[in-house]
């Protein structure tokens, strides 16, 4: 009997670790057929934490990849502490200026400010909320990092002086707290995937809308992640794709698999080539879920203008990519 007992004891442990090893045998770094550079698991931390007040840690780290030979910086290659790239001032900022409405912080400005892309340009005014971390070029001249990479969640006004026709080229990062994987402690869980999300609206000096973000601006994204099974990745012309993928979250985010694209040199620069890029994807506000976010609130006068309404833009996964260049050309 003893022996019987502990025979099917044997057989269920064969069993279940035979489970175990078919699922985690179902996605294997040769089946994947993309042009992406994968890694998997964690990142080395290189940097422990670039705002050590925020909620969550703004970690950065580099990971080698398992099918070529790069390293990846994670979750992107930024420039919170280069002195020479100026940082945005505030709309809402739980550790700055907490301003109430539009008019206050627009009076808040003065000439320092200003950033000069053209010298007898006009000033133009952008107003930014992203999910988690952007930086903005004007035909490739910095006007402004956001100073919050990660949380609490924060908004931005960047003045510049610039003529048009004029390019508008922004890094959007969704930040992750388990670096490499995409992932941060959510749900109940520890690796559950981030979502993204930017919406900037850019007035002239008589206060005329200029340019929203919406769909006719481009988005490619650079970095997906969390990804379990690597047969849900797709790409279409030049669109990574991770429609088909989960976005449930695991305690154990050592198996989780990044996919990488190296970022092209030049995309900030005015009249960058980025006709092959995606289209951007527009999503609402209840998709990105701002309405309990001071720093989206104070300022819907500006973000959700009826007359001219900007849209939350992202790549085509507003969850599993993580690292997206969005590109515009403002013309009118
Ligand atoms: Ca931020
Ligand atoms: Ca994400
Ligand atoms: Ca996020
Ligand atoms: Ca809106």
């Not at 993309?34 to 931390?45: R, V, Y």
């Not at 000439?111 to 952008?126: L, M």
């Not at 030049?266 to 289209?279: E, I, L, R, V």
Request: one cysteine or more.
């Amino acid at each position: 009997m003893k022996y019987y007992l502990s025979s099917i004891f044997v057989c269920l442990a064969l069993l279940l670790q035979g489970c175990g090893e078919s699922v985690a045998t179902t996605t294997k770094v040769s089946d994947y057929k993309g042009t992406g550079s994968l890694t998997q698991g964690i990142a080395q931390t290189t940097v422990t934490n670039l705002f050590p007040d925020g909620h969550r840690v703004a970690a950065l780290g580099t990971i080698d990849s398992i099918n070529s030979q790069a390293t990846w910086a994670v979750p992107a290659v930024v420039n919170y502490t280069n002195d020479n790239f100026p940082i945005a001032p505030d709309l809402y900022n739980d550790y700055g200026h907490k301003y109430t409405d539009t008019q206050t912080a627009l009076s808040a400005l003065n000439e320092d400010n200003i950033v000069e892309v053209d010298t007898d340009g006009e000033v133009i005014t952008a107003y930014i909320f992203a999910d988690n971390y952007f930086e903005m070029y004007i035909n490739g001249v910095p006007v402004g990092k956001d100073p919050i990479p990660f949380t609490e969640f924060n908004s931005n006004i960047i003045q510049f002086k610039v003529n048009k026709p004029f390019d508008i080229a922004v890094l959007a990062v969704d930040w992750e707290e388990n670096l490499g994987t995409g992932t941060e402690l959510n749900r109940n869980v520890k690796a559950h995937p981030g979502d993204g999300g930017f919406v900037a609206v850019f007035k002239d000096e008589s206060n005329q809308t200029v340019a929203i973000t919406d769909g006719d601006w481009k988005a490619q994204n650079y970095y997906t992640s969390p990804i379990s099974d690597l047969s849900c990745l797709s790409e279409s012309g030049s669109a990574h794709l991770s429609t088909n993928c989960t976005i449930q979250g695991t305690d154990d985010a050592s198996q989780l698999y990044g996919v990488h694209w190296a970022i092209p040199t030049g995309w900030q620069q005015q009249g960058f080539d980025d006709s092959q890029w995606p289209a951007a994807n527009t999503f609402t506000n209840d998709t990105v879920g701002v309405d309990n976010k001071k720093s989206y609130t104070n300022f819907t006068d500006i973000f959700d203008d009826s007359n001219n309404d900007a849209q939350f833009i992202w790549s085509a996964n507003l969850n599993l990519d993580n690292k997206i260049l969005l590109r515009t050309t403002v013309n009118k």
